[in-house]
């Protein structure tokens, strides 16, 4: 027994097509194409902040300039105390980050050391330990260098000082002691 399809003529209508067939097929590159853009956009949203200035480089802060002059491994004193009493813990150092700021303003630049904080991949951060100046208001032409001490781990990836207003400094890496004391 043959059978044999029949073409429909130019006249003819075309035969109807089961319902929903034809939106079915757009179904799958539409999610391919909505998990996509939501890739796209996590990864525009989740990006990290600017890269910090290099070290010795200049970044901008209200009123003026800000630079990190060096960046100084603490090493304890021979038969300093234990950790409370001020030498770092265990798996950590301590760093002095030698700070210029310059008043290019008007309005000049209000100096808090609480404002500056070491932030390290992953987002944490660590706060000043000690300042040599707290606070202090430049007038414009004004100049303050200050050392800041901060703790941070001994493995800790890009460090950056960070200030006021998003003012991002890197601190290089020259102070890490690699997990273990030099």
Do not use: I, Y
């Amino acid at each position: 027994m043959t059978t044999s399809a029949t073409l429909p003529t130019s006249g003819a209508p075309a035969p109807a097509r089961p319902a929903g067939r034809g939106s079915r097929r757009w179904v799958v590159p539409a999610v391919f194409l909505l998990g996509l853009l939501g890739v796209l956009g996590g990864a525009v949203l989740g990006q990290d902040e600017e890269p910090g200035a290099p070290l010795g480089a200049v970044a901008t802060v209200p009123g003026g300039l800000a630079r990190v002059n060096g960046v100084l491994p603490e090493e304890p004193e021979p038969g300093a105390p234990a950790a409370g009493d001020g030498t770092a813990e265990d798996g950590t150092h301590r760093v002095r980050v030698l700070l210029e700021l310059t008043a290019l303003e008007s309005g000049g630049v209000d100096f808090d050391a609480a404002d500056w904080e070491v932030e390290r991949l992953g987002g944490e951060s660590s706060r000043v330990l000690h300042a040599s100046v707290q606070d202090q208001a430049l007038a414009q032409g004004g100049v303050l260098r200050t050392e800041l001490l901060f703790e941070v781990p001994d493995r800790a990836l890009e460090l950056t000082l960070e200030g006021p207003r998003s003012a991002r400094l890197s601190l290089g890496t020259d102070h890490h002691r690699g997990g273990g004391p030099r």
